[in-house]
């Protein structure tokens, strides 16, 4: 994860979706990360077809609106948004390069760590790229980490049609509220 350090001393204007001009369009992360909100109306019709369970995509949405507040940073960096190991070139055992940078975003640089994890099996142990990534781990880091692990979920069930991987994201989002109320959040 050093090379994504690098990355993350990269600071746009603004938030969010960058433009052509390395901009983002948003005046906070917060306004960026609750755009997810409006498609409520999906996530309402996938729960009506038994494809998500509505009691937790609903607590999911509001916890992040009620959250959201704590999702404020004052200077975005450079994110990626879409780290997974295929987007990864290794060299023994390093990350050497970043690839396909189509969803960059001007925002917080945990939001690649919570992408990361969500795009791994659960069993997966994150502690190393934990280690790499260098930061304080207390008590805000984990909120903020899980709240995002909340949204890119919620972000790959909106995109993605296929069944399996919107319930296997909903299960992800269970743990990350599982977590967030073990951290006095829910």
Same mark, same amino acid.
């Given at each position: 994860?050093?090379?994504?350090?690098?990355?993350?001393?990269?600071?746009?204007?603004?938030? $969010?979706? *960058?433009?052509?001009?390395?901009?983002?369009?948003?005046? /906070?992360?917060? =306004?960026?990360?609750?755009?997810?909100? #409006? +498609?409520?109306?999906?996530?309402?019709?996938?729960?009506?077809?038994?494809?998500?369970?509505?009691?937790?995509?609903?607590?999911?949405?509001?916890?992040?609106?009620?959250?959201?507040?704590?999702?404020?940073?004052?200077?975005?960096?450079?994110?990626?948004?879409?780290?997974?190991?295929?987007?990864?070139?290794?060299?023994?055992?390093?990350?050497? $390069?970043? *690839?396909?940078?189509?969803?960059?975003?001007?925002?917080? /640089?945990?939001? =690649?760590?919570?992408?990361?994890?969500? #795009? +791994?099996?659960?069993?997966?142990?994150?502690?190393?790229?934990?280690?790499?990534?260098?930061?304080?781990?207390?008590?805000?880091?984990?909120?903020?980490?899980?709240?995002?692990?909340?949204?890119?979920?919620?972000?790959?069930?909106?995109?993605?049609?296929?069944?399996?991987?919107?319930?296997?994201?909903?299960?992800?989002?269970?743990?990350?509220?599982?977590? *967030?109320?073990?951290?006095?959040?829910?």
């Amino acid at each position: 994860m050093l090379i994504l350090g690098k990355y993350y001393q990269v600071h746009p204007q603004g938030f $969010g979706d *960058l433009n052509e001009k390395g901009r983002g369009r948003f005046k /906070s992360w917060p =306004d960026y990360l609750l755009g997810i909100l #409006s +498609q409520k109306k999906k996530f309402d019709g996938l729960a009506k077809r038994g494809v998500l369970d509505r009691t937790i995509i609903d607590r999911a949405c509001r916890l992040l609106q009620e959250q959201a507040s704590l999702l404020e940073i004052r200077e975005p960096c450079l994110v990626h948004a879409d780290i997974w190991i295929r987007n990864l070139l290794l060299k023994n055992n390093q990350i050497t $390069g970043v *690839l396909d940078w189509e969803n960059a975003v001007g925002g917080d /640089s945990i939001y =690649d760590l919570a992408r990361y994890s969500v #795009s +791994q099996e659960e069993d997966f142990n994150m502690s190393d790229v934990f280690k790499g990534y260098g930061a304080k781990t207390d008590k805000k880091f984990w909120q903020r980490f899980h709240l995002y692990r909340i949204h890119c979920c919620l972000y790959t069930i909106n995109r993605n049609s296929e069944v399996a991987i919107r319930k296997l994201h909903q299960q992800k989002i269970q743990a990350s509220i599982e977590e *967030l109320s073990k951290l006095e959040i829910d």
